[in-house]
């Protein structure tokens, strides 16, 4: 089984084939689905450029802090900041009700 994590959304996706299959298969037939191929084409179409081996391309407003799912809301970041900080605040945020008022986000070096 394998899970795939989308920090985004902070959604885990659950891909029932195995991993070599995920590898030759999925990503090969179904790049979008599996990779959001033409996300990322839109991105690079707009001015944006390939991240580097550390870097990703995340959301600036993750969608579910009410972030847009548009290449507007896009940003190249650190990949291992990136995951740090969108997974603590999903691990906050998680519970909340819809369109719940979030006053202040801090963020400490601890």
Do not use: C
């Given at each position: ?58 959301y600036h407003t ?37 369109g719940a008022r ?9």
């Open positions: 089984m394998i899970l795939m994590f989308e920090p985004g959304t902070g959604e885990v996706l659950n891909i029932p084939v195995a991993l070599s299959v995920f590898f030759h298969e999925e990503i090969v037939d179904y790049p979008d689905a599996a990779l959001a191929e033409s996300f990322f084409a839109e991105w690079k179409a707009s001015g944006g450029r390939a991240p580097a081996f550390t870097e990703s391309v995340g993750p969608l579910f802090l009410g972030g847009v799912d548009d290449v507007s809301n896009l940003a190249l970041t650190d990949t291992a900041v990136y995951w740090d900080v969108v997974g603590q605040i999903r691990v906050r945020v998680r519970g909340l009700p819809a979030i006053g202040t986000v801090t963020i400490n070096d601890d």
